[in-house]
């Protein structure tokens, strides 16, 4: 039976994606740059932000300071003196970010007669007003912006090479219970396309300098002459540089599409052809995908995601992130089947291959929660400060997001998917997995946002917007790509095996 996606299903998807684009625009314009501020006397406060230090930077705060302090002539000068602000762990603002210092001196100006008998110094209300809120400017570096573009780019990317990975891992292992699933696999990482062109934006805009969320691509931060010079981002060059980041990136990306161009060739080939010859070429390019990804998945998650920290490492960073994308995948997996199901286009998906699906859903929250917790604890335990300060500043200015994230995604799967019943209830798997599936989103938030916005982080019209756009764009991906082979594999080896899979 062939699929062809519904009037009300593209309404549904590109509807959710509108309104996701009209929100993120909506938040894109209430980016702001935050601020904090110390007194030095009444006449000079010393402003730290945390952020890429240029000229546009202290025009906005200079500017935004002067609208809300009428009255007063102000001069800003860099207070960084040659000190090395990277290197600094000991503040309780963007521990591993760049933090750039200015002075601001300012005096009354002349003829000003609402300051006549004030006792208040305008030290004291410049603090009072950052404290408050009041002073801040527009992020000329779309920080947010860029952190947010990241985040979503790399979530629906996983969920797209998440599928990739267990279709190969499918054919790899000879499986038979999932070949009735298979083409739902082929329609998830079809979506692939979306993240790597997403990804790629953020990479070219990064090397470019439109944006910091890489330090190490800031050539201030090697330079030994310059005052913001970083000697611990200097020693990792040979590996952090832009033309390496680049030749991996192009080996990542093209690898993993054109697995996925073969296998949906080889697919449409089987149903054309059929017998057992494309079957063993796909057994034998699976284990090929398998060992490129047992390296690449590693790679890639250090040179996206673990390269903003560019002080702290953690060895077990590549499984944790690939058992996220794993899970996410399954999840996926698991809507779309239950939405195609309840629509009577996968007769020979029975409760035993829903229940399968379910136990997978299962054992990867296990796997994931079980790495959160290694991860945390060892490096915790030890109290290295270059190694905890990656959880110091998550516990400090995350604390609801870092554990919030890992409870849902541990406590929830505990309780109700360790009952058989549950693993076969579509109520349950939909509204479980819908938690697990957003809570895997913030996973990612929580891996980005500490790194490039800080404590400056907040979910608001931009995070939601930018999000719904991405799903509603993904899905109807999907389901477009799924209505373009009929649902069932033709003439697979083990095509009677998994119409029959009962237990």
């Known amino acids: 039976m062939n699929y062809k996606i519904s009037d009300k299903a593209k309404k549904v998807t590109l509807g959710v994606a509108i309104v996701g684009l009209v929100l993120l625009v909506i938040g894109f314009f209430q980016q702001k740059e935050f601020v904090y501020a110390n007194k030095i006397d009444d006449h000079s406060v010393e402003i730290k932000y945390n952020g890429h230090a240029d000229q546009d930077a202290q025009n906005a705060l200079k500017e935004s300071i002067t609208s809300k302090l009428t009255g007063y002539d102000i001069e800003i000068h860099d207070a960084n003196h040659g000190h090395n602000e990277h290197a600094t762990n000991d503040d309780s603002h963007g521990h591993h970010g760049p933090t750039f210092l200015w002075n601001i001196h300012f005096k009354h100006a002349e003829n000003h007669s ?145 697995f996925l161009k073969w296998f ?87 409760e035993s291959h829903i229940h399968d699906v379910g136990k997978w859903m299962f054992a990867l929250s296990f796997l994931w929660s079980y790495l959160w917790f290694s991860q945390f604890m060892l490096i915790w335990y030890s109290n290295i400060p270059e190694e905890v300060i990656y959880f110091t500043e998550r516990i400090e200015n995350y604390k609801l997001l870092f554990f919030g994230t890992f409870i849902v995604n541990f406590f929830f799967p505990m309780v109700f998917f360790m009952s058989r019943d549950t693993k076969r209830s579509a109520g349950f798997l939909i509204v479980i997995g819908l938690i697990i599936f957003i809570g895997h989103w913030f996973d990612v938030f929580n891996m980005v946002m500490p790194g490039t916005l800080f404590d400056q982080w907040e979910i608001g019209l931009l995070e939601i917007g930018m999000f719904l756009m991405f799903l509603g764009v993904f899905v109807f991906t999907v389901l477009n790509a799924i209505s373009k082979s009929p649902l069932l594999q033709k003439n697979h080896p083990f095509l009677e095996e998994s119409k029959h899979h009962e237990y």
Do not use: C
């Not at 004030?118 to 408050?132: M, P, R, T």
């Not at 010079?229 to 990792?236: A, L, M």
């Not at 002080?311 to 939405?339: A, K, Q, R």
């Open 264 to 350: 949906k060739k080889k697919s449409k080939e089987q149903d054309e052809i059929g017998g057992t010859e494309s079957h063993f070429k796909m057994y034998r390019r699976g284990a090929l995908f398998l060992v490129f990804f047992a390296v690449f998945s590693s790679t890639m998650s250090w040179d996206f995601i673990m390269s903003i920290d560019t002080h702290w490492f953690s060895t077990l960073f590549g499984w944790y992130v690939f058992s996220g994308i794993w899970l996410s995948g399954m999840i996926m997996v698991m809507m779309i089947t239950l939405y195609l199901r309840k629509g009577g286009f996968l007769p020979n998906v029975n």
């Open 114 to 258: 609402s300051l006549i008998g004030s006792h208040e110094s305008g030290a004291d209300i410049l603090i009072d007003k950052v404290n408050n809120g009041e002073i801040s400017f527009f992020d000329n570096g779309f920080r947010r912006f860029w952190s947010n573009l990241l985040v979503n780019g790399f979530f629906f990317f996983g969920i797209a090479l998440g599928a990739l990975f267990y279709l190969a891992l499918h054919y790899a292992t000879e499986s038979g219970w999932g070949v009735v699933l298979l083409r739902i696999f082929e329609g998830i990482m079809s979506a692939m396309p979306i993240g790597i062109g997403v990804l790629l934006v953020v990479f070219l805009a990064g090397s470019f300098g439109a944006h910091h969320i890489y330090p190490w691509m800031d050539s201030d931060l090697l330079d030994p002459n310059s005052s913001h010079f970083d000697p611990i981002i200097y020693g990792k060059k040979a590996y952090l540089n832009l033309p390496f980041f680049w030749i991996r990136v192009v080996a990542y990306f093209t690898t993993f599409y054109l």
